[in-house]
């Protein structure tokens, strides 16, 4: 069975789920290409994957394979994206992309309006990216925002990274009118952290509260996403003040590389993996690990509901 269209092939698995009302999460291939070092990036595709499974979820990696843009991946696929040296792919790259017959790793961005134009409702990332701090300077607003702001898919997110500025990054989602939600909390976490100074208007408790709140967009009309801000557990998180001295140190040095544009979230990623001897790594696994897993359960709370 084929499942083409001029710009998208759903993987036999997930386009039978669709079609049967089977839950289904989309997941992005850059974490694992640009956000994670090798070979643990492998394994954690490969992790994510098997987290959906267990609840009953057909995972959709997303990626452009020798121009395809892809929802759903087969074993050589995964090991493509986190072996090959892949461009990184937001939503402005995909025709260029497709028309060359290349190859990329898709961001939030662009796995989100793939995902969203398969029929998907649902998508587990780490963080979202942002706006990018000295962003009144530079202009780096990550095209995460305004495709959110576009996209009807509902993304579980640690909050953003404490690397970006969180303040400017929830602002724009306001203006955007992107709904967001924390569950079981109103603290804006931030990435490696629960908390940030930040909170939240609003918060659900349980991943049919999620759907409801879905349900409720969809009647409204909206066609924005939703961000669903999932704060990664106490007994995960990181130690704040190494937290705050590694990134501190990462800063400095992206500064004086003079490390700019789409680089900049790469490059911070890498560096503070290495400062932090490997701590950030298991935390930012754990956090994807956990939003994987609550991702899951909305989505089989909407396709429950969407049977009834
Ligand atoms: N957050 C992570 N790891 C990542 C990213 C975000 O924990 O690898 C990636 C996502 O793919 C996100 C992208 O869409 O970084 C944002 O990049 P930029 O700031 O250049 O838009
Ligand atoms: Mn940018």
Redesign the pocket.
């Known amino acids: 069975m084929t499942h083409d269209s001029a710009a998208l092939t759903l993987s036999d698995e997930v386009a039978e789920s669709l079609e049967t009302g089977r839950p289904v999460v989309a997941l ?1 291939s ?2 694992i290409s ?2 994670l070092p090798r070979p643990r990036n492998l394994q954690a595709a490969r992790e994510f994957e098997a987290i959906l499974r267990e609840q009953g979820v057909t995972p959709a990696t997303v990626a452009v394979l020798d121009g395809v843009a892809r929802i759903g991946l087969d074993d050589e696929g995964v090991r493509r994206i986190a072996e090959e040296d892949l461009a990184k792919a ?1 939503v402005r790259d995909l025709p260029i992309l497709a028309a060359r017959g290349a190859s990329g790793a898709t ?3 662009a796995t989100a309006h793939l995902a969203a134009k398969a029929g998907i409702r649902v998508f587990a ?3 979202l ?1 942002g706006v ?1 701090r000295g962003a009144s300077e530079t202009f780096d607003e ?3 925002l305004t495709t959110l702001a576009v996209t009807p898919i509902t993304v579980v997110s640690a909050g953003v ?1 404490s690397v970006l500025d969180i303040a400017a990054t929830l602002e724009r989602l306001e203006t955007w009118s992107v709904p967001v939600i924390g569950l079981g909390t109103t603290i804006f976490p931030s ?1 490696w952290l629960r908390e940030s100074e930040f909170t939240l208007d609003w918060a659900v408790d349980t991943a049919e509260q999620v759907a409801d709140v879905m349900a409720a967009h969809d009647a409204l009309g909206h066609r924005q996403g939703i961000v669903v801000a999932n704060p990664i557990p106490a007994d995960q998180a990181w130690d704040r003040a190494e937290h705050d001295a590694v990134l501190q140190t990462a800063f400095a040095e992206a500064e004086q590389h003079g490390i700019r544009g ?1 680089a ?2 790469p490059f911070l ?1 890498g560096r503070i993996v290495e400062l932090s001897g490997g701590r950030s790594l298991e935390v ?1 696994l754990d956090l994807a690990r956990n939003n994987v897993r609550v991702a899951g359960r909305i989505a089989t709370a909407w396709s429950t509901r969407s049977a009834s």
């Open positions: 992005e850059t974490i640009h956000g937001s961001t939030v961005a990332t780490g963080g990216g990018h990550s095209a995460d990274k990435f789409k900049v979230t990623l930012n």
